[in-house]
């Protein structure tokens, strides 16, 4: 990335909920919407990121959310829930990566990293010895992303939204 765009890694503020829900959506459509829109998708993604619901999130002391920044625009975030299990993982002292959304323009350049890393770090920092993740089958560059960066494949869950059940891959990393 040219120095001038480098990228800014800092936690939410309640200024940050609207541009966090509007990536949030291009991001949803462009990943899960790929045979076009149907109504489960357009309910699915005017709920999850309505901005009242992203000032909420930010808000909850149980969930960290982080942005990433490029000249003064949101360019991804992520979302840790601490202290989340799953019927998968046995360690009591696990949270889930719920979200890690990186706009298309700024894919491939080390920003998804960044936000992992800085995740990984506060789920750390505040008890968490595992971090996990579910990624949806159809989400070919996200299965292989978090191999790269050390998580192993503990599952394949479904998950079910609006109705739908779409099968997952879960996948963890022990921290420290
Ligand atoms: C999956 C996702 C989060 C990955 O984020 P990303 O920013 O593209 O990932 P990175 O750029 O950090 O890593 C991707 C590649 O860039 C490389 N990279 C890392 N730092 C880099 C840098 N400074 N310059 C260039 N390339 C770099 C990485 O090594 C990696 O290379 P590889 O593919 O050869 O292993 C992103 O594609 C995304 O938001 N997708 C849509 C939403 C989604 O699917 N989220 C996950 C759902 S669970």
């Known amino acids: 990335m040219p120095e001038a765009q480098q990228v800014a890694i800092r936690d939410a503020t309640a200024q ?36 009242d619901n992203m000032s909420k999130i930010i808000a909850s002391s149980d969930t960290l959310v982080i942005v990433a920044e490029v000249r003064d625009h949101l360019v991804g975030f992520a979302q840790v829930a601490m202290s989340t299990g799953h019927d998968l993982i046995s360690d009591p002292n696990a949270s889930e990566l719920q979200r890690l959304y990186v706009q298309e323009n700024f894919t ?10 800085e995740a990984e770090k506060y789920a750390y920092l505040h008890g968490a010895s595992l971090l996990w993740a579910t990624v949806w089958i159809g989400n070919d560059r996200a299965l292989k992303f978090y191999p790269r960066q050390g998580y192993e494949h503990l599952g394949s869950p479904s998950y079910t939204f609006q109705n739908e059940t779409h099968e997952n891959h879960l996948f963890g990393k022990i921290l420290g």
């Open 108 to 117: 491939g350049k080390g920003v998804g990293y960044r936000l992992l890393e």
């Open 16 to 51: 940050d909920a609207l541009c966090i829900a509007v990536l949030g959506m291009q991001v949803f459509l462009d990943t899960y919407a790929t045979d076009g829109v149907r109504d489960s998708i357009a309910r699915e993604v005017l709920y999850a990121f309505s901005p």
